[in-house]
């Protein structure tokens, strides 16, 4: 079974800083791994996602994300924060041929960014 | 354009009645999953459904029932027995690849009063 831990249930930054929120998922098996942000009262949209091949993932938005296999992680980065980033950022994880059963989500952290 | 409407965007209710939440999609996805969130929770999964006329429980499936008899639509009746029902309701959909994310409706906030 999969299960997904994000760091920090809340990280606050300045607008122009680096933006590192983090993601380690629990798998015996090489999952697929998905960054979802959410804004307030809105549904949730996909920022990027790791399936195969390169490691490095480019989203949205300017965001990107590192699948390191040997840290089970999959932190999500930007390297300058913007306004327009303050929301809710969702990991979440599912396993090969896994087919149509559900994403397994992490609790989500809340990125703030001061002016 | 294609996507997932859930409608109505705000719901209240009285306590002891039961509703039906809508979710609709047109993107022919085969598979449907509803989630309730709730402050500092994340998502939790209630039912989903992987074709027609088939559905599983989630991990908070009490009190809820759902339905699906047709591809396009995937509806959840909250019922009375659910003893907190007050919360944010998310609709996804997805393909069959295990590859593919799922995609979101834009949610309906459910207010018992």
């Known amino acids: 079974a999969q299960s997904v831990t994000q760091l920090g249930s809340h990280v606050s930054v300045s607008e122009g800083a680096l933006v590192l929120l983090r993601c380690n998922y629990s798998?015996?098996?090489?999952?697929?791994l998905f960054w979802y942000v959410q804004y307030p009262n809105q549904g949730l949209q996909l920022l990027l996602k790791?399936?195969?091949?390169?490691?490095l993932v480019k989203g949205i938005n300017g965001f990107e994300a590192e699948f390191k296999k040997s840290e089970t992680s999959f932190h999500l980065t930007k390297p300058s924060a913007h306004m327009s980033d303050a929301a809710e950022y969702f990991c979440?994880?599912?396993?090969?041929?896994?087919?149509?059963?559900?994403?397994?989500f992490g609790k989500g952290t809340r990125l703030s960014v001061i002016a | 354009d294609g996507g997932i409407t859930q409608s109505p965007k705000y719901l209240f209710r009285k306590e002891g009645q039961n509703v039906t939440l809508s979710c609709e999609q047109n993107?022919?996805?085969?598979?449907m999953y509803w989630y309730r969130q709730d402050p500092g929770q994340g998502l939790r999964l209630i039912y989903y459904?992987?074709?027609?006329?088939?559905?599983q429980k989630g991990d908070i499936a009490e009190g809820y029932s759902v339905s699906r008899e047709k591809k396009e639509s995937f509806p959840l009746t909250v019922t009375s027995a659910q003893k907190n029902p007050t919360a944010f309701y998310l609709c996804?959909?997805?393909?069959?690849?295990?590859?593919?994310?799922?995609?979101f409706g834009p949610g309906t906030r459910l207010t018992v009063l």
């Open positions: 996804a959909s997805k393909t069959s690849d295990s590859y593919n994310e799922q995609f």
């Open positions: 798998s015996s098996v090489p999952p697929y």
């Open positions: 790791y399936t195969t091949g390169a490691t």
């Open positions: 979440a994880v599912r396993g090969p041929n896994s087919g149509n059963t559900p994403l397994v």
């Open positions: 993107l022919n996805h085969d598979a």
């Open positions: 459904s992987q074709i027609v006329n088939d559905f």
